[in-house]
T-cell receptor
Framework: KAGVTQTPRYLIKTRGQQVTLSCSPI?????VSWYQQTPGQGLQFLFE???????NKGNFPGRFSGRQFSNSRSEMNVSTLELGDSALYLC????????????FGQGTRLTVV | EDQVTQSPEALRLQEGESSSLNCSYT??????LFWYRQDPGKGPEFLFT???AGEEKEKERLKATLTKKESFLHITAPKPEDSATYLC????????????FGQGTRLTINP
């Protein structure tokens, strides 16, 4: 059974640019969540999508957005990049019920210069 | 606001030296407590889910337990390959799939 796939694995962008990250969940999983991981703040929840609808959102500015497609694949977009956006962005896939396990991808390492 | 605190921040053990990692939580309506292992540069790897006080789960040298206020990850006779950062997270209330993570415990096992 294939795991969670995130692309690309690494990205280098310039301040002010925008970036789109992609996540393919485990087959049969309808929930995709996104997290930002930094050394100072740890893992922080960005948002969750279930059946193409955003179900929950963390405390991040509107520059961070996402969407989910009918095949459950999800994309995350960050506009007007800032240096502080440099982080490991992780996608998690789950069945979507309360208490169900979330399985993470390998992440996308974003560096903003 | 849901909070998760892990201790210690870092732990160094000799191979075979057993110990425990702590995860204290403050949540409203716990739906599940999760333990993950994360190696450098990789995504977290799922280990256990605990749902109610008194529950225990085991996997190889790891055993996770849960009380109403904290969870412990016991490591018995660890090996160097157990070196990693161990993360604890809670899912609570009606927050759907939102996980609130602790800062992690960085475990190093010396041969």
């Amino acid at each position: 059974k294939a795991g969670v796939t995130q692309t690309p694995r690494y990205l280098i962008k310039t301040r002010g640019q925008q970036v789109t990250l992609s996540c393919s969940p485990i087959s049969g999983h309808r929930s995709v969540s996104w997290y930002q991981q930094t050394p100072g703040q740890g893992l922080q929840f960005l948002f969750e999508y279930f059946s193409e609808t955003q179900r929950n959102k963390g405390n991040f500015p509107g520059r961070f957005s996402g969407r989910q497609f009918s095949n459950s694949r999800s994309e995350m977009n960050v506009s007007t990049l800032e240096l502080g956006d440099s982080a490991l962005y992780l996608c998690a896939s789950s069945l979507g019920q309360l208490g169900s396990e979330a399985f993470f991808g390998q992440g996308t390492r974003l560096t903003v210069v | 606001e849901d909070q998760v605190t892990q201790s210690p921040e870092a732990l160094r053990l000799q191979e075979g030296e057993s110990s425990s990692l702590n995860c204290s939580y403050t949540v409203s309506g716990l739906r599940g407590l999760f333990w993950y292992r994360q190696d450098p540069g990789k995504g977290p790897e799922f280990l256990f889910t605990l749902y109610s006080a008194g529950e225990e789960k085991e996997k190889e040298r790891l055993k996770a337990t849960l009380t109403k206020k904290e969870s412990f990850l016991h490591i018995t006779a660890p090996k160097p390959e157990d070196s990693a950062t161990y993360l604890c997270a809670v899912q609570a209330g009606k927050g759907a799939q939102k996980l609130v993570f602790g800062q992690g415990t960085r475990l190093t096992i010396n041969p």
